[in-house]
T-cell receptor, first 109, second 119 residues
């Protein structure tokens, strides 16, 4: 079967750095997405990785290792507004997006 | 670009009535539209996938006769919750993609969601 694992919840301090991990086992791989979802709102796109390595975009970076079936989202200089759920999703061989359950990130002052 | 609208943003209806939710891609043609449901403090649950002009593909456990999906054009899909009951109260979110060719084009653009409350 297809499976995506993320931690259920993480807590970090304002101004710090946090890494949210995602591991996957899917039938094929055509890329991995990270989305952010604030409570009561729809998800918004953060990043897309299809090749191994690190993609940096401002305070957010996303890393991918296809051989390990592993990705992480790195958030730097955390702000209170970063409190949200972070969803990892993999595009499988049929171009279907397989979603993880999401990681709820709590930022404390 | 890539804006998806959803209407209404919230709706309250009585048990036994039907509710229609519209999802529109405003500035692109969506080859595929997706309907999700999300209960409080839970993750997204894909209900169905629809391609323009063809029947929707429903996920296991989703009643196709209860959740009617119509994808009449490349910019509009509708979800009708028929004979709604309180347990159907949820946050319904649509998304759209213009996925063809490059994998990045399979990115899903989400509408703002519709909060349905059935009394």
């Amino acid at each position: 079967g297809q499976n995506i694992d993320q931690p259920t919840e993480m807590t970090a301090t304002e101004g710090a750095i946090v890494q949210i991990n995602c591991t996957y086992q899917t039938s094929g791989f055509n890329g991995l997405f990270w989305y952010q979802q604030h409570a009561g709102e729809a998800p918004t796109f953060l990043s897309y990785n299809v090749l191994d390595g690190l993609e940096e975009k401002g305070r957010f970076s996303s890393f991918l290792s296809r051989s390990k079936g592993y990705s992480y989202l790195l958030l730097k200089e955390l702000q209170m507004k970063d409190s949200a759920s972070y969803l990892c999703a993999v595009l499988d061989s049929n171009y279907q997006l397989i979603w993880g359950a999401g990681t709820k990130l709590i930022i404390k002052p | 670009g890539a804006v998806v609208s959803q209407h209404p943003s919230w709706v309250i209806c009585k048990s036994g009535t039907s509710v229609k939710i519209e999802c529109r891609s405003l500035d692109f043609q969506a080859t595929t539209m997706f309907w999700y449901r999300q209960f409080p403090k839970q993750s997204l649950m894909l209900m169905a996938t629809s391609n323009e002009g063809s029947k929707a593909t429903y996920e296991q456990g989703v009643e196709k006769d209860k959740f009617l999906i119509n994808h009449a054009s490349l910019t509009l899909s509708t979800l009708t919750v028929t004979s709604a009951h309180p347990e159907d109260s949820s946050f319904y979110i649509c998304s759209a993609s213009h996925g063809t060719g490059r994998s990045m084009s399979y990115e899903q653009y989400f509408g703002p969601g519709t909060r349905l409350t059935v009394t």
